[in-house]
T-cell receptor, first 114, second 115 residues
Framework: KAGVTQTPRYLIKTRGQQVTLSCSPI?????VSWYQQTPGQGLQFLFE???????NKGNFPGRFSGRQFSNSRSEMNVSTLELGDSALYLC?????????????FGPGTRLTVL | AQSVTQLGSHVSVSEGALVLLRCNYSSSVPPYLFWYVQYPNQGLQLLLK??????LVKGINGFEAEFKKSETSFHLTKPSAHMSDAAEYFC?????????????FGKGTTLSVSS
């Protein structure tokens, strides 16, 4: 069974631009979560989608948004990029997104903001 | 609020030595606990998890962890380190078994293994 895929793997943007990252979950998984990983703040939860609905959201500004499509694929968007948005963005999928369920992570998209 | 503390941002061991990575959590309700490993330029891979039942949990690659409620700890151990164990390890907690619950991660511990 194919794992979680994320595209693109690397991105370089400049301040003020916007970016869209894509995540394809494991087949059959309906929950997709996004995390931001930085050296200073570590791994932080962005949001979680299930059946096209956002069920939970972390403490990030409104510049960070996401959506999920009917095939469970998810995208996240960051508008008006800031230098501090440089990070590894990880997507994780799980069957139901319930606490005890294992979340399977993709390889991440490394975003660099210049 | 729930939180996770990993003691020691960097641990170095010799090949064949015991690996001990420490994790303490804070949770107002019985937690679900996880250890993940991250190799360079890769995502996170689940090593093991504690949900309910036996407090000693065995995972992949010879790792195990013991849930100690009285000490609010979930330390990761491996009897004999291999060079391939060099990676970053994350302890995580999720406080509720309900939809949409996020993982709360510790800051991570980098494990170095020398020959």
């Amino acid at each position: 069974k194919a794992g979680v895929t994320q595209t693109p793997r690397y991105l370089i943007k400049t301040r003020g631009q916007q970016v869209t990252l894509s995540c394809s979950p494991i087949s059959g998984h309906r929950s997709v979560s996004w995390y931001q990983q930085t050296p200073g703040q570590g791994l932080q939860f962005l949001f979680e989608y299930f059946s096209e609905t956002q069920r939970n959201k972390g403490n990030f500004p409104g510049r960070f948004s996401g959506r999920q499509f009917s095939n469970s694929r998810s995208e996240m968007n960051v508008s008006t990029l800031e230098l501090g948005d440089s990070a590894l963005y990880l997507c994780a999928s799980s069957l139901k997104g319930v606490g005890r369920n294992e979340q399977f992570f993709g390889p991440g998209t490394r975003l660099t903001v210049l | 609020a729930q939180s996770v503390t990993q003691l020691g941002s960097h641990v170095s061991v010799s090949e064949g030595a015991l690996v001990l990575l420490r994790c303490n959590y804070s949770s107002s309700v019985p937690p679900y606990l996880f250890w993940y490993v991250q190799y360079p330029n890769q995502g996170l891979q689940l090593l093991l998890k504690y949900t309910t039942g036996a407090t000693l949990v065995k995972g992949i690659n010879g790792f195990e962890a013991e849930f100690k409620k009285s000490e609010t700890s979930f330390h990761l151990t491996k009897p004999s380190a291999h060079m391939s164990d060099a990676a970053e390890y994350f302890c995580a907690v999720t406080p509720f078994d309900r939809a949409g619950t996020a993982l709360i991660f510790g800051k991570g511990t980098t494990l170095s293994v020398s020959s």
